[in-house]
């Protein structure tokens, strides 16, 4: 009785340890998959100054509707160039009839990351095509098959398919900001 009940406590202990060593190993991973995170920047000429506006209630949630406006206060956005905030390949460049999108682009970053700008005015940039951070992919527009717009850019981060709170030159934009953001996209 006394062997089967050590022999017990060996496959225990042993379980155990193969758990903690499984935990630890898990635990090693995380930051290695947090780091994946491209280095976004702004999807705007450097030094360029834009007010980005992340809304309780946007759709798609944690998504930012950037504008630009001139010494008076006024919009000036219209036209303006949208830059890509991290280098990849352009997986989608469309203009969507079946949602608010208008011309749309999408760049694909590695590891799960992906960038959508929406609204453009001009799409410069095709599927397939490689882009560096800081290529011209389109300009800031209006368009949408079912709503009318004023200019902005429509911007998204999103991991594995999912829009995540965008990182954008290390400020973390969680729901309900607005504020200024000068651009170092250089």
């Given amino acids: 009785m006394r062997v089967r009940l050590a022999n017990t406590r060996q ?15 898990v635990l090693a991973q995380a930051p290695a998959a947090q780091a ?8 705007f000429i450097c030094d ?10 946007h ?3 944690h998504s930012i509707d950037w504008n630009h ?15 890509a905030s991290a280098g990849g390949t352009v997986l989608d460049s469309y203009y969507s009839t079946g949602s608010g999108y208008g011309n749309t682009i999408v760049i ?3 590891d799960g990351w992906q960038t ?13 095509d490689h882009v560096n951070m800081g290529t011209v992919i389109g300009e ?15 911007y998204e981060q999103k991991l594995n398919g999912n829009v995540v709170v965008s990182v954008v030159q290390g400020v973390t934009w969680s729901d309900g900001l607005k504020r200024n953001q000068k651009s170092t996209n250089c």
């Fill in 108 to 110: 694909g970053h590695g």
């Fill in 69 to 83: 406006y001139d010494a008076n206060g006024n919009p000036d956005d219209l036209g303006r160039r949208v830059l």
């Fill in 36 to 43: 994946a995170r491209p280095a976004f920047r702004m999807p």
């Fill in 59 to 61: 759709s798609p949630a």
């Fill in 11 to 25: 496959r225990v202990f042993a379980g155990f340890a193969a758990a903690a060593v499984v935990a630890v190993g």
């Fill in 116 to 128: 959508r700008y929406a609204h453009l005015k001009v799409r410069s940039v095709a599927k397939g």
């Fill in 140 to 154: 800031v527009g209006a368009t949408s098959a079912i709503y009318n717009l004023s200019p902005h850019l429509h």
């Fill in 48 to 57: 360029q100054t834009w007010q980005g506006n992340n809304w309780n209630g």
